[in-house]
């Protein structure tokens, strides 16, 4: 598939591990960096630009991959301008979902090592599959997620450190397995996230690290479509939430506005199911992923035949991978033993605009939104990093 212009790959261009570019995962550790976290290495090489900065505030905009920014700047002109001057493409990581992504932010690390390696995995040993943002304790978030977080790191080092968000999500699973560390502060909405976030920063004394996070664009990319007209009130309300950081930043601090990953609206044609489709149900024993991304757990001794069914129905829709291969790609990192049976023995990856619903047996909604993301696409793991001085 050909490049955009300036170079930048095409939308549906499948992109792998060795794509060039700084990675989310490297977001904290040079935040650390910057603030004198002993130890730190700075791999987006913020020292340079943000030298003398002592309060660091990083926001995720859930939604927001790189591509697209040029729908939102029409909507978005603080995003805009930023677009145009002080931002940079990251490499979100695979599976391109929030849960991954926001562990892989809070760690540093990449998904093999941390565990939360997809939306839905199953947990090794059951017949039962974990949704990660419906995580409370079971199973422990310290033994699901061993590695320590940035926050921690951060906060052993002497760094003053919050946690910004939705007011539900605070001792969630998810949230203890990215952002333990961070004294939690909830709150709903652009203004009241801006006003947290602010506040957080000028109450430190010393070095300061803030991180905060807005879900509504992505909500209203899945419920609507991107580009559709509720996405670019939410996109106008992310706007907001920006110029009001921006203007609010103390003159020792600096902000950084990143993403989990992008969205593709999926057409109704491009829609397999496999509920409803025998040859995809036969030898499966659990399904798990999401609709882009599919891990299939299957019965014993069926992983040819599985394999063989699936590349037949899909053909070109998809690439369906056995786990070892997934692995050996590289996406993963490395992953430890107890960590590799939460990835499917069969890995189906969607192509271009398709993808693999469950009707029945995932939560009703799941199958009729109009966004989704996960898989390989440049439009699905591509985010923007801002880096703005107060």
């Given at each position: ?9 095409a ?114 040993g ?12 079971d ?46 502060r ?25 991180s ?26 992310v ?13 020792d ?42 891990y ?23 690439r ?25 023995d ?45």
């Amino acid at each position: 598939m050909t490049a955009e212009p300036g170079g930048r790959p095409a939308p549906l261009e499948i992109l792998g591990p060795d794509h060039g570019g700084g990675r989310l995962a490297e977001v904290l550790p040079s935040a650390l960096a910057v603030l004198g976290v002993p130890g730190s290495t700075d791999p987006l090489g913020l020292r340079p630009a943000l030298a003398g900065v002592r309060r660091i505030a990083v926001l995720l905009v859930d939604g927001l991959g790189w591509y697209q920014l040029p729908t939102a700047a029409p909507y978005a002109p603080t995003l805009a301008g930023l677009a145009a001057t002080v931002a940079r493409p990251l490499i979100a990581g695979f599976p391109s979902t929030t849960p991954t992504s926001l562990v892989s932010l809070g760690t540093g690390v990449a998904p093999g090592a941390h565990g939360v390696l997809g939306f839905t995995v199953r947990v090794p040993g059951t017949d039962r599959v974990l949704t990660h943002t419906d995580w409370a304790a079971d199973p422990s978030p310290l033994r699901w997620q061993p590695v320590s977080t940035q926050l921690e790191r951060a906060r052993a080092a002497g760094v003053t450190t919050t946690v910004v968000s939705r007011p539900e999500f605070g001792g969630s699973g998810l949230t203890v397995a990215a952002n333990r560390g961070g004294d939690f502060r909830g709150a709903v909405g652009g203004d009241a996230v801006a006003t947290a976030m602010l506040a957080a920063l000028a109450a430190g004394t010393g070095p300061t690290l803030v991180s905060g996070y807005h879900a509504d664009l992505d909500r209203h990319g899945h419920l609507s479509g991107v580009d559709s007209a509720p996405w670019r009130v939410a996109a106008t309300e992310v706007d907001a939430l920006v110029a009001r950081l921006v203007d609010g930043l103390p003159p020792d601090a600096a902000l950084l506005v990143t993403a989990d990953h992008g969205q593709l609206d999926i057409p109704a044609a491009h829609r397999f199911d496999l509920d409803i489709d025998p040859r995809l149900r036969a030898g499966v024993r659990l399904v798990a992923g999401e609709a882009r991304v599919r891990y299939l757990h299957v019965e014993p001794g069926a992983v040819d035949d599985v394999r063989a069914a699936w590349s037949e129905v899909l053909g070109a829709a998809a690439r369906v991978r056995t786990r070892d291969e997934v692995v050996a790609t590289g996406w993963f990192g490395p992953v430890p033993e107890e960590h590799l049976g939460r990835i499917g023995d069969v890995v189906v990856i969607c192509n271009d605009t398709y993808a693999v619903m469950a009707s029945r047996t995932e939560r009703p909604m799941a199958s009729k939104l109009m966004a989704y993301h996960g898989s390989d696409t440049a439009a699905e793991l591509t985010v923007p990093l801002l880096v703005v001085r107060g």
